[in-house]
């Protein structure tokens, strides 16, 4: 699904926390989420105030205007809810990493632990 430069613009304009709670909303919807993955193949962190960092956004086009300074050469890469099962929360567990919801441009999204995102999105999904 592709989204108009208008929501774009206003999404991106909304504090991290409104971003993650239209983020788990969307990903409820279409089953879908987007990282990224350097020239390796490998899941692309960041680094937080001594946290890992694994960044996630509900929309390509949001993935794509992070694609700048030391990510711009970076590939979007498109998983689903059954690729998060079956892979990314291993390794999210394993690694210790916290998920870096929504960031916009050079700017953090919101931060938050596994277990929490996961108790959200199951709350999420419970409505339908």
């Known amino acids: 699904m592709k989204i108009n430069i208008q929501e ?3 999404v991106s304009k909304l504090n991290p926390f409104d971003r993650y ?3 788990i909303k ?3 919807d279409f089953e879908i989420f987007y990282t990224l993955k350097n020239e390796n193949d ?4 960041s680094e937080l105030e001594n946290h890992q960092l694994f960044p996630i956004w509900n929309f390509k086009e949001f993935a794509e205007l992070c694609l700048i300074d030391e990510w711009k050469n970076y ?3 498109e998983l689903s809810l059954d690729d998060f099962q079956d ?3 291993d390794l999210i567990s394993n690694e210790n990493y916290l998920l870096n919801v929504f960031p916009v441009g050079l700017k953090t999204g ?3 632990d596994l277990e929490e995102f996961i108790h959200d999105l199951k709350e999420e999904l419970d409505k339908y």
Do not use: H, M, R, W
Not at 42 to 45: E, K
């Open 8 to 10: 774009i613009e206003n």
């Open 42 to 45: 490998n899941y692309v962190i």
């Open 26 to 28: 969307k990903l409820a």
């Open 75 to 77: 590939k979007i890469t």
């Open 110 to 112: 919101f931060v938050v």
């Open 87 to 89: 892979e990314i929360i």
């Open 21 to 23: 709670n239209y983020f």
